[in-house]
Nanobody, 128 residues
Framework: QVQLVESGGGLVQPGGSLRLSCAASGRTFSSYIMGWFRQAPGKDREFVAS????????AYTDSVNGRFTISRVNAKNTAYLQMSSLTPEDRAVYYC?????????????????????WGQGTQVTVST
């Protein structure tokens, strides 16, 4: 499995931006679909975004579409989540996750149970 470490969380005002990073080590990063999930207090963990092995296929949950951008740089073993126009509803612990994939362009399911490797999470707080 691949080991994942998130960074970049913090406190930001409504309307602000943050960029989360997910550094991977271990197995070949480019063999994995990467995903971002989040869990707000008292709520279930929810899918945020995913990106295929080659970066050519991307999916977002509706609530972040147009505000968040997922990307990856395979040469750096890193995935990113650029977040803009943040609202208090975006407050959560954000997790990156990985699942192996055979094809370069597939995304597969958004179900968290399908992702085998998880980071420890990074807190994002949106508040004045």
């Amino acid at each position: 499995q691949v080991q994942l470490v998130e960074s970049g969380g913090g406190l930001v005002q409504p309307g602000g931006s943050l960029r989360l990073s997910c550094a991977a080590s271990g197995r070949t990063f480019s063999s994995y679909i990467m995903g971002w999930f989040r869990q707000a207090p008292g709520k279930d963990r929810e899918f945020v975004a995913s990106i295929s092995r080659d970066g050519g296929s991307i999916a977002y949950t509706d609530s972040v579409n147009g505000r968040f951008t997922i990307s990856r740089v395979n040469a750096k073993n890193t995935a990113y989540l650029q977040m803009s126009s943040l609202t208090p509803e975006d407050r959560a612990v954000y997790y990156c996750a990985a699942k192996p994939a055979i094809t370069q362009f597939a995304l597969g399911s958004n179900n968290a149970l399908d992702f085998r490797s998880w980071g420890q999470g990074t807190q994002v707080t949106v508040s004045t």
